[in-house]
């Protein structure tokens, strides 16, 4: 008859096999970073298992270096499922870690240093608590091995499952109906062929499209070339944030219309999702499809034509809005720029908002003192990567209706920013602010035509990226709008005749790649040879 010190030892046993189990088998809880029990088994708590039944009890220090190990595989399937709920795509070690340091460096300018402490000792202090249970767990089952009843009994079980798991593999089945979560091993071995293929990749590169167009349907024009931030479709075509967004939408198409200019839209799909957003602008501005920083970093070595190049060379003055630009940019180099208004020279000098601070009305009305109030000079051609819509979207700029009074030391009321501040960053529904970040990016955009009704401008709204999948959903498409806003009919009528449609909302299907639509507004802007 068992006796209360057995019963206490089988209890302990499943107790410790149960944490190794979950500790590798649990899922994303989207749309947030927490974590949510799964009914999963885990090969690699198998395989365990026979070594110890194989090996039998191993030494403290054996155990220690198995604790070390499995805390590894802890973090990485944290990573492998926790990712593409996040962010839609699958985590790459190899590139994702080389901006840590930049991620770290945008935390400690925005976070205050008692949070960034507690934080880091949290952290640190879960790791050390995983480490001991895990650590106690392997103990457990070592000691079970130990007892020659139980290892049989557990060398046995690992055995079956280790034969499912096999058997599950070579007969045709359905993944998401596995008893099994996907191994961390697995993905491991994945990265490790990543970095291989990174590494012994071709240093070739496609040739690329002709640059050659008059832009005569744009000549005298300021050209602006504006990615709006985590602008994606699922913002048209998700049923919240379309409704949420209607009624400023319809205020921005009545800003186009009441300044006697019109818009044509369509879909194009970005080579990125949720983030690195540089990829989408060198895609555009280059006509190659950048998907990574492998190939970012060789075509940053190359001297090609680029729309700025081809704008500079028809008389356009080519200017770099940035700013979130903080340090230095040798990337700027290959654009060939002939200026780049950084967050340094464009002197903000009101409340900051978000990660990166500086408002996107703002820079628009230091461009304009700048650059665009100025006479006489040459046409511009201006490349404006936003920032007012940047994850986690939250707090929200207000908008400023004294456009010139942004350039002041107070830009805003206390009573409107103190407003804008309550609005904080809600990590279990990112939807809200992610409207209110936009309303504020097409109010910012419609104020500016309004504010400037008799300028020639020809604007191209594009998104960058989707919002990172705690928004958009896990499996979102890649896709994003591009609107062109002119007050030049045969311009408009061109781009119509390319596959736009007129209107604010886009159609599907998408246009191609981002890298596509370079040719295609390039034929849009004038006469234009394409490559043989």
Known sequence: ????KSWARWSALVAALLLLNVSLTFQS???????????????????????????????????????????????????????????????NVYWDLRFVPDVVAMMTRVAPLWLIVVVTAAALLALGVLYALLRWAMATVGDAVARPGERRALAAAAAVVVVVFVGQRFTAHDPEASAFSRPVTG??????????????????????????????????ADVFLVFVEAYGAV??????????????R????????????????????????GGSSWLAHLSLVSGIEVRDTATSSLLMTQKRDTLVTTFARRGFRTIALMPGLRQSWPEGVFYGFDDVYGAGRLDYKG??????????????????????????????????????SHFPFSPTPPYQPDWPRLLTDLPYDDTDTMNAYSVQPDWLDFGPGYIDALTYDYASIGGYLRRRPDRDFVMILIGDHQPVAAVSGEGAPWTVPVHVIASRRP???????????PGLRPERPAMGAMHDLTPVLL??????????
């Open 491 to 501: 311009l408009l009528d061109r781009l119509t005749a390319l596959g736009f449609r």
């Open 187 to 220: 993905m491991y071995a994945r990265q490790a062929r990543l970095m291989t293929q990174t590494l012994g990749r071709s240093s070739a590169l496609a040739a690329g499209p002709s640059m050659n167009s008059d832009l005569s349907l744009v000549q005298g």
């Open 523 to 532: 034929d849009a802007f004038g006469e234009y040879e394409p490559a043989e």
């Open 351 to 388: 409340p900051e908002f978000g990660w990166f601070a500086i408002p996107d009305q703002f820079a628009i009305e230091k461009l304009d003192a700048l650059e665009v109030g100025r006479q006489p000079r040459r046409p511009l051609f201006v490349l404006f990567p936003t920032l007012s």
């Open 250 to 273: 319809a205020r921005l198409t009545a800003d186009i219309r009441d300044t006697h200019r019109d818009v044509v839209s369509a879909y194009v799909e970005s080579p990125t999702f």
């Open 1 to 4: 008859m068992p006796t209360a």
């Open 29 to 91: 809880a989207w749309p947030t970073p927490a974590i949510r029990w799964q009914n999963a088994l885990s090969i690699e708590l198998a395989a365990l298992v026979l070594a110890l039944a194989w090996f039998g009890r191993p030494s403290r220090r054996v155990l220690g270096w198995l604790g070390a190990v499995w805390i590894l595989l802890v973090i990485g399937h944290y990573a492998d499922v926790t990712a593409p709920a996040l962010y839609g795509r699958d985590i």
């Open 235 to 248: 913002s048209f075509e998700r049923q919240e944030f379309a409704e949420g967004l209607a009624a400023s």
